[in-house]
């Protein structure tokens, strides 16, 4: 008896994969989120060769202007329909802030099927866009059985990365993502995938963040430090606008000027929560003995981006900074 074919559905939110220019050798100034979710697929017959799709337009637009609320609205569709006769999730994405988005989702779907976003540096207009092909290894992916349990997935450029590490690293190339610290999870090779490495850190069912009674996040905000850092002033504002926690883009293993951090030094006495990570691309953070004794969270090899969003879920559960330091540990 033939096997029936997976079942995925594809949530598409824009990006450039449904982005369009009139002019097919322009690469650059075409807008983001134009092209709607059926005519996505219908641009790639062969995806029904691999499963049953189906998709839904959950947001259409440029991702750097995501939100929190289309984050929420993501996972709670996401873990409903994995909690129904669906084989596994496709989300169309841009690629500008496809890390986050990827990296939210796998601390946040209560699921082991596949999850996987996709997007392309290409508009859909382009000569020789690689939109298509992404979308096809992307549906190759979240339907293969071996894509289990392996937390959530970037699909782009053939290759398979795991929503913890990989980051946009090019700002134009279709080479555009890579995963400093672990290195891709496989390849994904005329739809066939190939796995030959894991992420060792826990994700998806093995946290305790659970948003289906969330409607808002609490506010986390990211700042730099640099030579002659005046960043001091945007951390009080910050903090006196309401944010939460704070997570450092420090220089080198988490170093901080000292005109930012004697700041810090004071609004972490009045609450802030503040979160240490690098302006360098791999390796992580180590903190000195008086810097953990202040109270200063070490995010581990997270890079900025991506330690915002476990700071704003850790603080949906706790105020306790061993415990959310527990937590930049472990996943
Ligand atoms: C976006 O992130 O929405 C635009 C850029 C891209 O998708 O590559």
Redesign the pocket.
Known sequence: MLEAKPKIVILAT????A?SIDNELETTGYK??VIGIETLIKAVPQIKDLAQVSGEQVAN????NMTDEIWLKLAKKINELLKKDIDGVVITH?????EETAYFLNLTIKSDKPVVLV???RPASAMSADGPKNLYNAVALAASKEAKNKGVMIAMNDKIQGARDASKTHTLNVDAFSSPNFGNLGYIVDGKVFFYNTNLKEHTKKTPFDVSKLDTLPKVDILYTYSNDGNGVAAKALFENGTKGLVIAGSGAGSIHQNQKEVLKELMKQGLKVAISSRVVAGSVALSKDDKDLGFINTQGLNPQKARVLLMLALTKTNDINTIQKYFEKY
């Open positions: 824009g990006g450039t994969i982005g983001a989120g637009i440029d991702s750097s841009g690629t500008d802030t496809m997007g392309a540096m």
